[in-house]
């Protein structure tokens, strides 16, 4: 061999051409034109592939490795867009979740997920070669990278936190099981509510307190839902409603054939049968018979089944209005609470919002006021919660509503039906309601007429199936409780006056009617 020129020769004058630079192997390291990783960049990659995985592979030269965790996620984001487009109703599709088993898996899923994404962070990081850095960058780096992992676990950590709590109240709430007191469970799972099309839920605000002993039904409400529309007629029973009859098979039946203590011309009241009942175990054939003592006097009362109850302490109730950040409401008048003269506190008339606590004395307060005003307005505070207890302000404040929740409620609604109770739940906020108290000039309490409250009870509910009618008036919402195909809002829409005594007229009334809501 020969140079000839500075070129290598062989024999006969052949050039001999130097030796090729060889190519990158498949699934090399670098990629081939790459500029070199700086710090910046690192921490770059390592961001993106929080929200791209497989992005810090492809800088790196992993192109089969970062295009099949591209792939992966892209499959998965696509399946849930799917998911979510092609619901009628996304909201009652996700209902789902309320069943104690899907959230055991969601909260396994959350938890797998948090650490497959935590070892997402540090593969994409160690794929790019930190250690070529200097060593002011690899200590830089690595502080970063930790903390955008620990970033990256929180809202699968926020996820499964929040659905163990959700399952921890509804497990302190419900029991696992029907009870006597209750309607059976039916066995099919696409019709839970075993082929009704209403069933019926008394409400009962309890006033026990540390300086009362037994509990005494101070708010006793009936919710009537249609379980396909969600419509609803809420009934109000007065407190001192005397004298009330029982159904034949009830055994206060047979101990009071004339009347709850009709021998008593100034008692008997409604708000004591629960008390009663618990007080003579003798005669109710067993303990904590006053739930059942009250749906058999109520349903009897208004000629229906009452298929559930609900107590809810009133204090309690302060703590989830506080829970949810307050209540918004229309103060017609001035309302004083606490003592016989009010002395604790005033409510001032206007747009308010009330606290927990002033929210609880506002429909509780008997100062300047009568039993009837205060249903009006207790009946208010209930639409008010319902309207404003969003899915937005319940999942902000998830953990102090389910905190607030187990101090405050007993009820005999199994846990296999907290899911489609909640289904029910979702339509109502969407749905008409209606309500309907029994108080003078059209009712009266001391005398009442039997027949007239149940046909009273009877045409409301009848109503309440037609369809809505159009709003008339221009500038009127149709929110929840009122006309109107899509429920929408406007700025004109503000509340109107609390209903008083004085202003209760016959028939069933929207909500939005009474309370201005």
């Given at each position: 061999m020969?140079k000839?020129d500075?070129v290598?020769?062989?024999p006969?004058?052949?050039?001999?051409r130097?030796?090729r630079r060889?190519?990158p192997a498949p699934?090399s390291?670098?990629?081939?034109f790459?500029?070199p990783?700086t710090?910046?960049s690192?921490?770059?990659w390592?961001?993106?592939?929080a929200l791209?995985?497989?992005?810090?592979h492809?800088?790196?030269?992993?192109?089969?490795t970062g295009m099949i965790?591209?792939?992966?996620y892209?499959?998965i984001?696509?399946?849930?867009l799917?998911?979510a487009?092609?619901r009628?109703?996304l909201?009652e599709?996700?209902?789902t979740?309320a069943?104690?088993?899907t959230m055991v898996?969601?909260i396994?899923?959350a938890?797998a997920?948090g650490?497959?994404?935590?070892?997402l962070m540090?593969?994409?990081y160690?794929?790019l070669g930190p250690?070529?850095?200097?060593?002011?960058?690899?200590?830089?780096t690595g502080i970063?990278?930790g903390l955008?992992?620990?970033t990256?676990m929180?809202?699968?950590?926020?996820?499964a936190q929040t659905v163990?709590?959700?399952?921890?109240?509804?497990?302190?709430v419900?029991?696992?099981?029907?009870?006597s007191?209750?309607?059976?469970?039916?066995?099919?799972?696409?019709?839970?509510?075993?082929?009704?099309?209403r069933?019926?839920f008394l409400?009962?605000?309890?006033d026990?307190a540390?300086?009362?002993?037994?509990?005494?039904t101070?708010?006793m409400t009936?919710?009537s839902?249609?379980v396909?529309t969600g419509?609803t007629?809420?009934f109000?029973?007065?407190?001192?409603l005397?004298?009330?009859?029982?159904?034949?098979?009830s055994p206060l039946?047979?101990?009071?054939p004339?009347g709850?203590?009709a021998?008593l011309?100034?008692?008997g009241l409604?708000?004591e049968v629960?008390?009663?009942?618990?007080?003579?175990?003798?005669?109710?054939g067993?303990k904590?018979?006053?739930?059942?003592?009250?749906?058999?006097?109520?349903g009897?009362?208004?000629?229906?089944k009452?298929d559930?109850?609900?107590l809810?302490?009133m204090y309690g109730?302060a703590?989830?209005v506080d829970a949810?950040?307050?209540?918004k409401?229309?103060?017609?008048?001035?309302?004083?609470?606490g003592?016989l003269?009010g002395?604790?506190?005033?409510?001032?008339?206007g747009?308010r919002?009330?606290?927990g606590?002033?929210?609880l004395?506002y429909g509780?307060?008997?100062?300047?006021?009568?039993?009837?005003?205060?249903?009006?307005r207790q009946?208010?505070?209930i639409g008010?919660?319902?309207?404003q207890a969003?899915?937005?302000?319940?999942?902000?404040?998830?953990?102090?509503?389910?905190?607030a929740?187990?101090?405050?409620?007993q009820?005999?609604?199994?846990?296999?039906l907290?899911?489609?109770l909640v289904?029910?739940?979702?339509?109502?906020?969407?749905?008409?309601i209606t309500?309907l108290?029994f108080?003078?000039?059209?009712f009266?309490?001391g005398?009442?007429?039997?027949?007239?409250?149940r046909?009273a009870?009877?045409k409301?509910?009848?109503?309440s199936?037609?369809?809505r009618k159009?709003?008339?008036?221009?500038g009127?919402?149709?929110?929840?409780?009122v006309?109107g195909a899509s429920?929408t809002?406007?700025s004109?829409?503000?509340p109107?006056?609390?209903?008083?005594?004085?202003?209760q007229k016959a028939?069933?009334?929207?909500?939005?009617?009474l309370c201005?809501l």
């Amino acid at each position: 061999m020969r140079k000839r020129d500075g070129v290598d020769t062989v024999p006969g004058g052949r050039k001999q051409r130097p030796p090729r630079r060889p190519r990158p192997a498949p699934g090399s390291r670098a990629p081939r034109f790459a500029k070199p990783l700086t710090t910046a960049s690192v921490l770059g990659w390592t961001a993106l592939s929080a929200l791209v995985p497989g992005a810090a592979h492809l800088r790196a030269g992993h192109r089969r490795t970062g295009m099949i965790l591209v792939s992966v996620y892209a499959v998965i984001v696509l399946g849930v867009l799917a998911y979510a487009l092609t619901r009628e109703n996304l909201l009652e599709s996700l209902t789902t979740f309320a069943d104690s088993g899907t959230m055991v898996t969601v909260i396994v899923v959350a938890s797998a997920l948090g650490l497959a994404w935590f070892a997402l962070m540090i593969v994409s990081y160690v794929v790019l070669g930190p250690n070529r850095l200097n060593q002011q960058g690899q200590v830089v780096t690595g502080i970063v990278v930790g903390l955008l992992c620990v970033t990256v676990m929180s809202p699968f950590a926020l996820v499964a936190q929040t659905v163990g709590t959700a399952r921890g109240a509804i497990k302190a709430v419900f029991p696992s099981g029907p009870d006597s007191d209750g309607s059976p469970i039916a066995q099919n799972p696409e019709d839970p509510w075993g082929g009704r099309t209403r069933v019926n839920f008394l409400l009962v605000g309890g006033d026990a307190a540390g300086n009362r002993t037994g509990v005494r039904t101070d708010s006793m409400t009936v919710a009537s839902v249609d379980v396909k529309t969600g419509n609803t007629v809420l009934f109000s029973l007065p407190r001192n409603l005397q004298h009330v009859r029982f159904p034949s098979t009830s055994p206060l039946a047979r101990q009071f054939p004339n009347g709850f203590m009709a021998e008593l011309p100034n008692g008997g009241l409604l708000n004591e049968v629960w008390q009663y009942a618990n007080d003579h175990p003798d005669i109710m054939g067993g303990k904590n018979k006053g739930p059942r003592a009250l749906m058999d006097a109520v349903g009897h009362t208004l000629g229906l089944k009452i298929d559930y109850y609900a107590l809810i302490n009133m204090y309690g109730f302060a703590a989830l209005v506080d829970a949810i950040g307050g209540l918004k409401i229309r103060v017609e008048q001035d309302v004083k609470w606490g003592g016989l003269y009010g002395t604790a506190g005033t409510i001032k008339a206007g747009y308010r919002k009330l606290t927990g606590e002033q929210a609880l004395w506002y429909g509780r307060s008997r100062v300047n006021s009568d039993d009837f005003s205060r249903m009006g307005r207790q009946r208010c505070v209930i639409g008010a919660f319902a309207q404003q207890a969003t899915p937005t302000v319940i999942l902000t404040n998830f953990g102090k509503i389910a905190g607030a929740a187990k101090r405050m409620a007993q009820t005999n609604i199994p846990e296999p039906l907290v899911q489609p109770l909640v289904q029910v739940a979702v339509k109502v906020k969407d749905a008409k309601i209606t309500s309907l108290q029994f108080v003078p000039p059209e009712f009266w309490p001391g005398s009442a007429d039997w027949a007239k409250i149940r046909l009273a009870a009877k045409k409301a509910i009848n109503d309440s199936m037609r369809p809505r009618k159009q709003a008339q008036t221009a500038g009127v919402s149709a929110s929840p409780s009122v006309t109107g195909a899509s429920p929408t809002r406007t700025s004109a829409a503000s509340p109107t006056q609390t209903p008083t005594r004085n202003s209760q007229k016959a028939g069933a009334k929207s909500l939005d009617e009474l309370c201005g809501l």
